[in-house]
């Protein structure tokens, strides 16, 4: 590893540590990796070797335009750790009106673990991802993917955006991953809640009914589709907190939302060991 890869390294963990956010009980090793088109992944492996295997990608929100590395990456390491999960955070590039470029960094991302999963001692099928608003949306296309090498092997959302239909979609996101001039067909071609199957992995969706950004109706489209093809799904609606609470203390739910998130994941790894939160 380079010098400057340490140094962020260093940089994540100390402000981890000032923000009163405990990290280092059940970190084993960290790693910064490049992916072949230029997106960031950092990895933290936990210590547990009995429970290893499990991995978590996650993918911050910005509305394609910036990434709440931290509120919405960073700060939720710790959660997983906790549970003996490994955590990866992917910083993707900015799509600038072309689609392909997070879509190609998923895809990396994604490649990258399934096929270090041996040598890491992964789950090459125990690989899920968490996203945020845009990074839901970027999710939410990883898991309606016909490619079973990206699509995750569980799936979670925090407020996404998952349609680009002019009616539904958030204007912003959909502007900078489409254009302002898209087409029709290609709004549907990058709205999720179209191209659902019974492929689709296990989803967790949880949204803020007063959240003006993004419209909660994409989130409760999205499940109503996932329940028609009879795959496991649970949506949960907190009454309030608006848009992009990530991992903000100040939201009224926080701690709700970790044990909803952590009961969930139980019941998709019954007979895995969880350590309290």
Same mark, same amino acid.
């Given at each position: 590893?380079n010098?400057r890869k340490k140094?962020?390294?260093? *940089?994540?963990?100390? +402000? ?16 910064? +990796?490049?992916?072949?088109h ?6 933290f492996?936990? %210590?547990n070797?009995?429970?290893?295997q499990r991995?978590i990608l996650?993918c911050p ?6 990434l709440?590395? #931290? /509120?919405?990456?960073?700060? #939720? @390491?710790?959660?997983f *750790?906790? &549970?003996? !999960?490994?955590?990866? @955070? $992917?910083?993707?590039?900015?799509? &600038? ?8 960094? *998923?895809?990396?991302?994604?490649y ?9 001692a992964l789950?090459?099928?125990? *690989? ?7 990074g839901g ?16 092997? !569980? ?5 996404? @955006?998952?349609?680009m ?6 204007k912003?996101?959909?502007? =900078?991953l $489409?254009?302002?001039?898209?087409? =029709?067909?290609?709004d549907?071609?990058?709205s ?6 019974t /492929? ?12 003006? /950004? @993004? ?5 409760i489209?999205?499940?109503e589709?996932?329940r028609k093809?009879? =795959?496991?799904?649970k949506?949960?609606?907190y ?5 992009? #609470?990530g991992? =903000?203390?100040?939201f009224?739910w ?11 994941? &139980?019941?998709?790894? /019954?007979?895995d %060991?969880?350590?309290d939160?």
């Amino acid at each position: 590893m380079n010098r400057r890869k340490k140094i962020f390294i260093v *940089i994540i963990l100390v +402000i981890l540590t000032l923000t009163g956010i405990a990290l280092f009980e059940g970190l084993r090793h960290v790693e910064r +990796i490049t992916l072949p088109h230029g997106a960031k992944l950092t990895v933290f492996y936990c %210590c547990n070797k009995e429970n290893k295997q499990r991995m978590i990608l996650l993918c911050p929100g910005g509305g394609y335009a910036s990434l709440g590395r #931290w /509120t919405e990456g960073y700060f #939720w @390491v710790p959660f997983f *750790i906790k &549970q003996n !999960f490994n955590v990866a @955070v $992917l910083e993707y590039r900015m799509p &600038q009106k072309n689609p392909k470029k997070p879509m190609t960094d *998923i895809k990396d991302a994604m490649y990258f673990l399934r096929h270090h999963s041996a040598i890491n001692a992964l789950r090459k099928d125990y *690989i899920g991802m968490m996203g945020f608003s845009a990074g839901g949306h970027l999710v939410s296309l990883a898991s309606v993917s016909e490619n079973s090498l990206i699509r995750p092997d !569980f799936a979670i959302l925090l407020y996404p @955006v998952i349609s680009m239909r002019e009616e539904l979609t958030h204007k912003w996101s959909h502007d =900078r991953l $489409l254009g302002e001039r898209s087409s =029709r067909a290609t709004d549907e071609q990058f709205s999720s809640e179209l191209h659902v199957s019974t /492929t689709i992995p296990p989803t967790f969706i949880a949204v803020s009914k007063n959240d003006s /950004t @993004v419209n909660p109706n994409n989130s409760i489209l999205y499940s109503e589709e996932i329940r028609k093809h009879r =795959r496991p799904v649970k949506l949960v609606v907190y009454p309030s907190g608006g848009h992009g #609470w990530g991992y =903000r203390k100040s939201f009224k739910w926080h701690d709700e939302l970790k044990n909803d998130i952590k009961s969930w994941l &139980q019941e998709r790894f /019954t007979n895995d %060991c969880y350590n309290d939160v």
